[in-house]
């Protein structure tokens, strides 16, 4: 599987739409699924290794139908270590996803453990942020952090425009990349420079006068024409790799007419561009600007949207008993979660997807009924944001949106 940066972050909730089709297919008595997130920027090849093996070892044996099965364990965690190894780019953390029948994997070594019926399915994924640690076993995939992963991964586009030239940039969680620099062709000289050109000579004549009026006239329309050409550039940049955010930095000279030039792009990305009139000589400089007004417009939008959704009552439920019921009903469009949360919440699971935030008749007991939640949520196309601290998704621990009220 490629690790290419921009491909990554954008199929991402491929692979998870991918993975939910896989909890849907597989429901043998003996098909498990594992889970793992670890982070992995500044840890050598051999200390991720360890690391994975030793968190894996203990996820398997905490289990109690999979706890005694040895050989499946070893064999399961080869394979990871596999994997990990083949990863070309494992940036700031991984996400590994294991399906698996325990039986099969226990009685029998496959050559290929890979993709062979359903002795062993499993995918390897490089995340952008640094994951924190977490191992799920059960009889799904857990998605939960991945969203959370999916939202805190900056990818965006970054145009910085000044008199003499711009340059466009792509983030991509730490990485800032260079992609595009245009001289601008149609630049005046500022009323300074042309006092300078056109000083007196020695014998005191001025050819041409200072016409500084005419300058700046003419330096406004070039503006707009160097605009112009940014914004040609930048529309390629989002054919061919797309984008979420757009953030462009300019010089004050561009402040007349600038914020009309966004209003091109503000369909195509995911929140509205931000313009900022700064300049940065220092690409790293210039990254840990757009990092931090990313993370905090992110922030921002998410708690304006949730504070517009909680004022629709009929449209909105809050509480693991009423979300569950609606998410049971397939009427969530939106679900919202906070991931600070100490305890893993029980739930009960009814014919081997119907989630119960109480006990009913034929039920089966889960540890964790978050995975659950999410799993139904994707399956039924809607849409989920994961909020890190309680003050993202205010007093809730869980919310949805609602398609329609009961």
């Not at 149609?186 to 420079?193: D, F, G, L, V």
């Not at 050109?197 to 707009?224: C, D, F, L, W």
């Amino acid at each position: 599987m490629t690790t290419h940066i921009v491909w990554l972050v954008i199929r991402l909730n491929k692979i998870i739409s991918e993975l939910a089709e896989y909890n849907q297919k597989n429901k043998s008595r003996q098909v498990f699924a594992v889970t793992a997130y670890e982070k992995a920027g500044e840890l050598t090849l051999a200390e991720l290794k360890k690391r994975v093996k030793s968190h894996l070892l203990n996820g398997l044996r905490s289990h109690s139908q999979l706890a005694s099965l040895s050989q499946m364990h070893e064999r399961l965690i080869n394979h990871a270590l596999t994997l990990i190894e083949n990863l070309e780019n494992r940036q700031q953390g991984i996400a590994l996803f294991f399906q698996f029948n325990a039986e099969k994997l226990e009685r029998e070594a496959p050559k290929n453990l890979k993709n062979v019926d359903d002795t062993l399915i499993s995918k390897i994924v490089p995340l952008y942020v640094e994951p924190e640690t977490h191992i799920y076993v059960g009889k799904i995939f857990d998605f939960t952090p991945m969203f959370r992963y999916l939202r805190m991964t900056p990818l965006a586009l970054i145009a910085q425009v000044e008199n003499q030239q711009a340059e466009i940039f792509l983030l991509t969680g730490a990485t800032i990349k260079p992609l595009v620099k245009l001289e601008n062709k149609h630049n005046e000289p500022t009323a300074k420079e042309y006092r300078e050109i056109h000083r007196p000579n020695k014998q005191g004549m001025i050819q041409h006068g200072t016409g500084e009026e005419n300058v700046a006239r003419r330096q406004i329309s070039a503006n707009k024409v160097f605009l112009d050409e940014v914004g040609v550039e930048i529309e390629k940049t989002f054919k061919k790799n797309g984008w979420k955010n757009l953030l462009v930095y300019a010089s004050e000279n561009y402040r007349p007419f600038i914020e009309r030039w966004v209003e091109k792009f503000k369909d195509a990305t995911q929140f509205p561009p931000l313009v900022e009139y700064k300049f940065f000589k220092e690409k790293n400089s210039l990254k840990e600007d757009a990092l931090v007004r990313l993370a905090k417009y992110n922030k921002e939008i998410i708690k304006n949207n949730f504070s517009q959704e909680t004022e629709n009552f009929k449209h909105f439920v809050s509480g693991w008993k009423d979300v569950a019921n609606a998410v049971r009903e397939s009427r969530v469009q939106k679900l919202y979660i906070s991931l600070d949360q100490t305890k893993k919440r029980p739930g009960y699971i009814l014919n081997h997807e119907l989630p119960y935030s109480y006990p009913v008749n034929e039920a089966k007991k889960v540890n964790n009924l978050l995975p659950w939640l999410t799993q139904a949520v994707i399956v039924a196309g809607g849409e989920i944001i994961a909020a890190h601290t309680l003050e993202d998704s205010g007093k809730y621990q869980i919310a949805a949106k609602l398609r329609y009220s009961e």
